[in-house]
């Protein structure tokens, strides 16, 4: 073979191996594990079982000893998006009541470590407010959101009251857009409601006559 040719043949042989490097390349970067099938085109990594075993298998998370929400030990550092299962209780006698974390799945968000409420209620009533009836015939408004965000934050420490080993305000009090607001309840001869905006302001219209002020029932939901 003449020189040349056999220089267009490494050429070529180079350019095939560098094609199918980058081929296998791109396709490890979808694993399936547990079998020979292609992972799901949308996930990263895939974990099946071959179709003739039986499905008793699970996925086991990485078990750490966390000692408190605020510290990434026994990480070196706080990474965002890291899940662990923690083994361990923080004691209540050095470790703040806000940081202390107990057995269960924990997620980082990049300077801290938050639970995984997972089997949780994600709904729950607005604390007790009483809502002005008078005078009839007035269009009125009342801020769902920031009357239970008044409350629960504990704004007023002479009303707000809390167990000697709990955290001075209510912890995880989301905001007004990660909420659905619902009334379940209400007199409709004393009262119209006319909407409640996404910022959870009840807009409302008096038509009736009243004492001072009625009590409806107020959920909130979590989106």
């Known amino acids: 073979m003449k020189t040349r040719e056999k220089t267009n043949v490494k050429l070529l042989s180079i350019a095939l191996f560098i094609v199918m490097s ?3 390349a791109n396709m490890q970067a979808q694993v399936t594990i547990g079998s020979q099938d292609r992972p799901n085109p949308n996930a990263l990594l895939d974990l099946k079982q071959y179709a003739d075993s039986t499905s008793d298998r699970g ?6 000893a966390l000692t408190s929400a605020a510290s990434a ?12 299962f923690n083994t361990h209780t923080s004691p209540t006698t050095y470790v703040p009541v ?8 924990y997620y980082n968000t990049g300077s801290r470590w938050e639970k995984l ?4 209620v994600n709904w729950f009533y607005m604390p007790s ?5 008078t005078p009839t015939g007035t269009m009125l408004t009342v801020e769902l959101y920031n009357e239970y965000r008044r409350q629960f934050a504990g704004t007023d420490p002479t009303t ?4 000697q080993d709990a955290p001075a305000t209510i912890p995880h009090i989301p905001n007004s857009g990660d909420l659905y607001y619902y009334v379940t309840y209400y007199d409709p001869t004393v009262i119209t409601i006319d909407r409640i905006d996404l ?6 219209t008096v038509i009736g006559a009243v004492t001072d002020c009625i009590y409806i029932n107020i959920v909130f939901v979590l989106k």
């Open 129 to 133: 407010i009483s809502i002005p009836t």
């Open 73 to 84: 030990s026994p990480m070196t550092s706080h990474v965002q998006g890291m899940v662990v």
């Open 22 to 24: 980058l081929m296998s």
């Open 117 to 120: 409420m997972w089997g949780y």
């Open 160 to 163: 707000f009251k809390a167990s």
């Open 59 to 64: 996925l086991l998370m990485p078990r750490v």
């Open 98 to 105: 806000a940081d202390r974390v107990s057995p269960g799945f």
């Open 199 to 204: 910022n959870g302001d009840m807009h409302y």
